[in-house]
């Protein structure tokens, strides 16, 4: 990448950032490009230059918090694997492998997540649970031959109970280690298979 191409990139991120600093105190509708302008400490024509509105910023910002959560999964392509070769006794939909990952990706954007969970709707967050559920959950369920019509009602299930004990997390500040929550979930689960 060139400089140009780096400045740019820059002054894109420095956009997302104070777009999503903005929407965490105010709703969508109400955030104008001069705002965003003023916070990211460019000008009106800079915007214009990358997006067409406020909208297409929008879905950049969607993409540039997924960009940031996938790189907590590193090893990606070695989970996947590991479930393709795995028997089925070993599978579980919820594993410290990602759930850790996960939890530290978390605590480490509190506030981002803090915003997610308030603008849930608006950030379109369901979107990370599509990737993971693509990659990991919808995997293992294959593997276990769950009809596909069920698929959705089971991944709802667990993601909804993630997502609800990810809340109370933030709520108390992320004050349980990483590891504790993942014990947590992982020994909800189990009860819940059980």
């Given at each position: 990448?060139?400089?140009?191409?780096?400045?740019?990139?820059?002054?894109?991120?420095?956009?997302?950032?104070?777009?999503?600093?903005?929407?965490?105190?105010?709703?969508?509708?109400?955030?104008?490009?001069?705002?965003?302008?003023?916070?990211?400490?460019?000008?009106?024509?800079?915007?214009?230059?990358?997006?067409?509105?406020?909208?297409?910023?929008?879905?950049?910002?969607?993409?540039y918090i997924n960009e940031r959560f996938f790189?907590?999964?590193?090893?990606?392509?070695?989970?996947?694997?590991?479930?393709?070769?795995?028997?089925?006794?070993?599978?579980?939909?919820?594993?410290?492998?990602?759930?850790?990952?996960?939890?530290?990706?978390?605590?480490?954007?509190?506030?981002?997540?803090?915003?997610?969970?308030?603008?849930?709707?608006?950030?379109?967050?369901?979107?990370?649970?599509?990737?993971?559920?693509?990659?990991?959950?919808?995997?293992?369920?294959?593997?276990?031959?769950?009809?596909?019509?069920?698929?959705?009602?089971?991944?709802?299930?667990?993601?909804?109970?993630?997502?609800?004990?990810?809340?109370?997390?933030?709520?108390?500040?992320?004050?349980?280690?990483?590891?504790?929550?993942?014990?947590?979930?992982m020994e909800n689960v189990?009860?819940?298979?059980?």
């Amino acid at each position: 990448m060139n400089r140009s191409e780096s400045k740019y990139f820059n002054t894109a991120i420095r956009m997302d950032e104070a777009f999503l600093e903005l929407l965490s105190k105010k709703d969508f509708e109400f955030i104008t490009v001069k705002e965003i302008c003023e916070k990211a400490d460019v000008n009106r024509s800079t915007f214009y230059l990358h997006y067409e509105n406020i909208g297409e910023l929008l879905a950049e910002s969607i993409g540039y918090i997924n960009e940031r959560f996938f790189t907590y999964f590193p090893q990606k392509d070695e989970m996947i694997s590991g479930i393709n070769g795995a028997s089925l006794e070993e599978l579980y939909l919820i594993t410290p492998a990602y759930l850790i990952p996960y939890l530290t990706y978390v605590k480490e954007n509190k506030d981002l997540f803090r915003l997610a969970i308030k603008r849930y709707t608006v950030l379109q967050m369901d979107s990370n649970f599509r990737e993971l559920c693509k990659y990991i959950l919808n995997p293992i369920l294959e593997r276990y031959r769950v009809p596909e019509a069920e698929m959705e009602y089971i991944l709802a299930f667990y993601i909804e109970g993630i997502i609800a004990v990810i809340r109370k997390w933030l709520e108390l500040d992320c004050i349980t280690p990483v590891e504790r929550m993942a014990e947590i979930i992982m020994e909800n689960v189990k009860e819940t298979d059980g």
